[in-house]
């Protein structure tokens, strides 16, 4: 089956199982004409829509168009099926606020949870990969048809959006069902292993998706927080450090991805095994300790990332990485203190990991059939 519904309770690309290939776009928004931007949305939503089924956008698409005007699809996913196209969209906080003025009337409907994300320790931030008024996460099995739809979205916004940056990325690095095998990221080691999964639903109540809230925030209810973290690693110096010493950072085998207190990969992780020098089998600096819930309230993510190589970094490196993304109930809870955590005494992220870009989007929930994005805000 290589159609995801569009329409939905949720918003497709989040819990749906995670697809080969990304492109996310962040958009700034240049109109401050609140009609402009509903047209807008309900532009993107009949687009998405027919591009999610595999069809072009516009009404006489790629080729069936008068000859004299430029057609209404750009043409490039024409014999490609959808393959299992998601478009997930999200706003910033530069949608609801510029410069300390409301837009488009949306006075005090900025989330609460919608923070302005602060500087996390060893953060070398690019403002020309961060931040974005409007996100669009574009997830297929073919990476033509992700570009396709991003570029056709971009199209449809001409004049009322501006790209802001854009990251393509391969190889997702989380399963989101447990139908799915755990791929690999580019430490070469298993990625989403103790994620969130579509079959966990009381869990992804608890963690991911957003509950009625407060007068002004109904139009969230049922929608999520997207982090979107673009994370270089210095695969160079990963490369010339032993096995030992990498499987100590994580705190699991690059084999199967067991934890290091032992087991198969599923095993829980026993925190407190020592070995017979006394340390603890799972060193206390581990990724995977840092970021289990028992050090963190409990507190769990859906993440949903993708790997990146980005071309040279100038120094004779590749620019290559995790484009970390998470769907979290509440960034406030589910995600700050635990990056502050990794910023600090993760060896790995204080040693072979630099955050380049980031976002935070409030996801609204689905669309339902003659409805379209973000509906409840306006
Ligand atoms: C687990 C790698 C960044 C949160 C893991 C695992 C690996 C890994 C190999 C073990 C397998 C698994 O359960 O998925 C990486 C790499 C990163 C990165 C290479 C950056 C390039 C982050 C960031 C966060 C995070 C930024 C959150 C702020 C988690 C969580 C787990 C995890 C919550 C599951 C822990 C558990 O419950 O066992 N990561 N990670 N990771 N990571 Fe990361």
Redesign the pocket.
């Known amino acids: 089956e290589a159609v995801v519904p569009f329409f939905g309770e949720h918003q497709a690309g989040i819990t749906t199982p995670a697809q080969d290939r990304l492109h996310m776009a962040a958009f700034d928004v240049t109109t401050e004409d609140r009609k402009e931007l509903i047209k807008l949305l309900k532009d993107w939503t009949a687009a998405a829509e027919s591009m999610t089924t595999g069809q072009p956008t516009g009404r006489t698409g790629a080729v069936d168009g008068p000859y004299d005007a430029p057609p209404e699809d750009t043409g490039e996913a024409l014999d490609l099926a959808a393959a299992k196209l998601t478009l997930t969209f999200g706003f910033g906080v530069g949608l609801f606020e510029k410069d300390g003025k409301a837009r488009f009337g949306l006075e005090g409907r900025r989330p609460e949870a919608l923070i302005d994300l602060p500087h996390f320790p060893g953060d070398d931030l690019q403002p020309g990969r961060t931040g974005g008024d409007i996100v669009i996460q574009a997830c297929a099995d073919d990476p033509q048809v992700a570009v396709h739809a991003i570029r056709n979205l971009a199209r449809i916004g001409f004049g009322k959006v501006r790209v802001r940056w854009s990251q393509l990325g391969f190889g997702r ?2 399963s989101t069902s447990r139908a799915q095998v ?1 791929p690999r ?3 070469g ?7 969130l999964k579509v079959e966990d639903n009381a869990l992804l109540d608890e963690h991911v998706w957003v509950s009625s809230g407060p007068a002004g925030e109904q139009w969230m209810t049922g929608g999520s927080y997207l982090v979107a ?1 673009r ?1 270089q ?1 210095h695969i160079e110096i990963w490369d010339r450090t032993s096995l030992r010493e990498q499987e100590g950072l ?3 085998t690059k084999g199967v ?1 067991a934890p290091l207190s032992g087991g198969d990969e599923f095993s829980t ?1 026993d925190f407190a095994m020592a070995g017979r020098n006394g340390d603890p089998l799972i060193p206390m600096d581990a ?2 300790r840092l ?3 028992d050090q ?1 309230n409990g507190v ?2 859906l ?1 949903r990332g993708y790997n990146f190589t980005d071309g040279s970094d100038g120094l004779g490196h590749l620019d290559a ?2 484009f ?1 993304i ?1 769907f979290v109930k509440d960034p406030r809870t589910h ?1 700050v203190p ?2 502050l955590t ?1 910023a600090k005494s993760d060896t ?2 204080v040693e072979y ?1 630099k955050h380049t870009g980031s976002g935070l989007f409030a996801v609204p929930p689905g669309v339902q059939a003659g409805g379209f994005i973000g509906e409840g805000l306006f």
């Open positions: 690095t989380s755990t990221n580019l430490f080691f298993k990625d989403g292993t103790n994620n973290r994370i690693m994580i705190g699991r991805g992780p990724h995977v970021a289990h819930p963190n769990r993510m993440r990485g995790l970390f998470a995600y635990m990056q990794l790995l992220s990991l």
